[in-house]
């Protein structure tokens, strides 16, 4: 920067003399490079730590979602859903059970007659072709009518007849090649025990994966009461060739369809005396269970034998058919609790914010937080205590009989409930030991930026004493020079007033020395009057 020191003024016999001295001072720190190193260090610093300022959200977002914020009215609802679906379970489950076998048998009846239908018209299609001619309309519909009839109760086909119909074209159409391998010679495997034994009749993952292995290896899978593993090799003749797959895409598609379309005729039983009843097929729940017995460890346990017993006991019959129907209390329990989280959720969201807008939909929706699964976790509970407690009265207490009586979908969902209520607990407890990690990291990064402005703030300070001290250094110099100049300038003021005093001396002397210049130098006088006159000669 530069400094204009203020003008000085000197006089001397009448004589004046201004001047004003311009002294550049410029201040420069010394650590520009130091400061600005720390400026690039403290915005690398700042990026950290807005990260870590992000994870810290998205972990306190998902350690909210994992926190139970459940209050009493919400405990109570969940009680009182587990209490009144428990008790329709109790009091109404011999009619549910009579609802869901009638929507099984008229769905399978109505399924086999439409694709009936569409057989006979393809037939009919195909014949009329081959003799040029085209498939009316009237024939169609002739069609039409004599398979529906077929297929629908009246006063001389009883709705065991049909369903026993509808049964027998699956059985057909569908065969599965596993299928009677059970009584091969040296097993184990019961008529009754057949269905849960062998792994292609269970309605469930397990089952669809194993009808596609054995279009691969050709073998029927069996696992007996005990959970031994039995291998019986299928018979390759021209009946069972049709059923396998020759590439591999057609044996996927061979193995899906042939066990999808088998089982619907085995849930219903089958076409002879049983139907409507038979042995079924495991649902879901028990196929888990027998998968579970079958594994090297755990077929040590008696759980192999509790699953045969679920399956082949008369008074239980725990199929397919069973776990539809004890799934509807425990799905209407569902409902009741996730229904009124959702609504109440929604009050509150919209009370806080006045109005729909700004309402925060998951906080509302009634699904993937602890609040709704601990909710559930009672409900489902008090479900399962009120089953039990009421079998344990029909029975007498609790022995075989008992178990005939027991919902083991609301026990299984029960199961799922503790399981996913624990283990969002222990994940929790997981993100928040990270989130403290994440807060150390972000304390050590604030720590180190402190550091870095402190010491950008000593470089500062440092900058600004260096600047100080040269301006005073500068200052002082100034002053010295100043005090030389005005002694010079007061010297040379003085120098030129004795000189013009001189010079007028010299003219007033000038005609005192006429005679002696103009006698030693002749003319002199009249060149110099001259020169003054007109200028030089």
């Not at 402190?450 to 470089?459: D, F, I, L, T």
Request: aromatic share 8%.
């Amino acid at each position: 920067m530069t400094g204009i020191v203020p003008a000085y003024k000197l006089e001397c016999e009448g004589l004046q003399v201004e001047f004003e001295v311009v002294s550049p001072i410029e201040l420069v720190g010394g650590h520009s490079g130091e400061r600005q190193a720390l400026a690039l260090d403290i915005q690398d610093l700042d990026k950290q730590i807005d990260a870590c300022e992000e994870e810290l959200k998205k972990l306190d977002s998902e350690i909210d979602r994992l926190t139970n914020h459940a209050d009493g009215l919400d405990y109570t609802v969940a009680v009182a859903s587990g209490l009144i679906t428990g008790a329709i379970d109790s009091f109404f489950g011999e009619q549910i059970k009579e609802i869901t076998d009638g929507f099984i048998n008229k769905g399978l009846i109505k399924t086999a007659k439409d694709k009936k239908i569409k057989e006979e018209i393809h037939k009919a299609e195909e014949a009329a072709r081959k003799k040029g001619k085209e498939l009316t309309d009237d024939a169609r519909n002739s069609i039409r009518r004599s398979v529906t009839e077929k297929f629908t109760v009246s006063d001389n086909k009883s709705e065991k007849s049909v369903l026993s119909t509808a049964i027998r074209y699956f059985e057909t159409r569908n065969e599965s090649p596993t299928d009677n391998l059970w009584n091969y010679k040296g097993t184990s495997i019961t008529p009754k025990s057949h269905h849960l034994d062998d792994l292609t009749h269970h309605a469930s993952l397990i089952g669809l994966v194993a009808s596609i292995v054995t279009q691969f290896t050709r073998k029927a899978d069996y696992f007996d009461a005990s959970g031994k593993h039995q291998g019986i090799p299928i018979t390759i003749d021209e009946k069972n060739d049709e059923l396998f797959g020759k590439t591999v895409p057609s044996k996927i598609v061979c193995g899906t369809v042939n066990w999808f379309w088998h089982l619907a005729s085995d849930v219903a039983g089958t076409s002879g005396k049983t139907a409507g009843g038979g042995m079924g097929v495991p649902g879901p729940l028990l196929s888990l269970i027998k998968g579970f017995s079958s594994l090297p460890i755990i077929k040590e346990t008696k759980l192999s034998e509790f699953a045969n017993f679920l399956f082949t006991n008369d008074g239980v019959r725990f199929d397919f058919r069973e776990e539809v129907a004890q799934s509807i209390p425990v799905l209407m329990n569902e409902l009741f609790v996730r229904t009124f989280y959702a609504i109440r959720r929604f009050m509150m969201e919209y009370c806080e914010n006045k109005g729909f807008k700004g309402i925060n939909w998951k906080n509302v929706l009634p699904f993937r937080n602890r609040t709704v699964i601990r909710m559930l976790t009672i409900a489902t509970g008090t479900f399962t205590a009120f089953d039990l407690a009421d079998a344990a009265i029909r029975s007498g207490g609790f022995n075989a009989s008992c178990l005939m009586k027991i919902n083991f979908v609301g026990v299984g969902r029960f199961a799922v409930a503790v399981v996913t209520d624990v283990s969002m607990g222990i994940k929790r407890n997981h993100l928040m030991n990270e989130r403290i990690g994440v807060l150390s990291e972000q304390m050590k990064l604030l720590n180190a930026k402190v550091s870095y402005k402190c010491a950008e703030m000593y470089y500062a300070q440092a900058d600004a004493f260096e600047a100080q001290e040269e301006m005073w250094i500068a200052a002082q110099n100034t002053e010295q020079t100043l005090y030389e100049v005005y002694e010079i300038t007061a010297e040379s003021v003085t120098y030129i007033a004795d000189s013009l005093v001189e010079i007028q001396q010299s003219f007033e002397n000038i005609s005192e020395y006429r005679e002696g210049i103009e006698r030693n130098n002749p003319g002199l006088i009249e060149d110099l009057t001259n020169i003054l006159k007109w200028g030089e000669k």
